[in-house]
T-cell receptor
Framework: DAGITQSPRHKVTETGTPVTLRCHQTENHRYMYWYRQDPGHGLRLIHYSYGVKDTDKGEVSDGYSVSRSKTEDFLLTLESATSSQTSVYFC?????????????FGPGTRLTVT | RKEVEQDPGPFNVPEGATVAFNCTYSNSASQSFFWYRQDCRKEPKLLMSVYSSGNEDGRFTAQLNRASQYISLLIRDSKLSDSATYLCVVNSNSGYALNFGKGTSLLVTP
């Protein structure tokens, strides 16, 4: 299995609070991604990174920000959590092969916003 | 139209059966195609890439029809352990990201 960890694995937080999720990889892969998965929607891309300090928005980026100061870490921040952000969040990594290639996923973080 | 569309199922099949899943995609310029498997409350895991000439990995066979923008996955001799959700995946316009179908649920019964 690819060396990807996510923390925390479970979190319950209150509406309006900021939340940061961490993704850590030991594979030295260039590309990192944050997805959310909800019933009826499948996996949706929030943000992705194509290098240190290089990030871009995905399909559902509103209310989220990301940072990547080191190759191995990609942080996802919910600036002011809302109940609609209750979801399972997956981080993924992908090697640099010149185009979109297979992605490997972390174990996920289950976030509940009350 | 959704980028990647799959029949959600569920497909309920007995052990030993052959089952086929289909998927269509909307971006004719797509170059990368995959099938992922996701177990309940777990992360998606890469099952296999899909190549233009079709490819096989043990009991699993993937086919790609670029003209029809159609991808298939065939599972032969189904095992109980094959019960999962199967996700069809295609690269997006950006080139960096992947578009995931919502998945097809498979339940293999004794």
């Amino acid at each position: 299995d690819a060396g990807i960890t996510q923390s925390p694995r479970h979190k319950v937080t209150e509406t309006g609070t900021p939340v940061t999720l961490r993704c850590h990889q030991t594979e030295n892969h260039r590309y990192m991604y944050w997805y959310r998965q909800d019933p009826g929607h499948g996996l949706r891309l929030i943000h992705y990174s194509y290098g240190v300090k290089d990030t871009d928005k995905g399909e559902v980026s509103d209310g989220y920000s990301v940072s990547r100061s080191k190759t191995e870490d990609f942080l996802l921040t919910l600036e002011s959590a809302t109940s609609s952000q209750t979801s399972v969040y997956f981080c993924a990594i992908s090697p640099d092969r010149g185009q979109a290639y297979e992605q490997y996923f972390g174990p996920g973080t289950r976030l509940t916003v009350t | 139209r959704k980028e990647v569309e799959q029949d959600p199922g569920p497909f309920n099949v007995p052990e030993g059966a052959t089952v086929a899943f289909n998927c269509t995609y909307s971006n004719s310029a797509s170059q990368s195609f995959f099938w992922y498997r996701q177990d309940c409350r777990k992360e998606p895991k890469l099952l296999m890439s899909v190549y233009s000439s079709g490819n096989e990995d043990g009991r699993f066979t993937a086919q790609l029809n670029r003209a029809s923008q159609y991808i298939s996955l065939l599972i032969r001799d189904s095992k109980l352990s094959d019960s999962a959700t199967y996700l069809c995946v295609v690269n997006s316009n950006s080139g960096y990201a992947l578009n995931f179908g919502k998945g097809t649920s498979l339940l293999v019964t004794p």
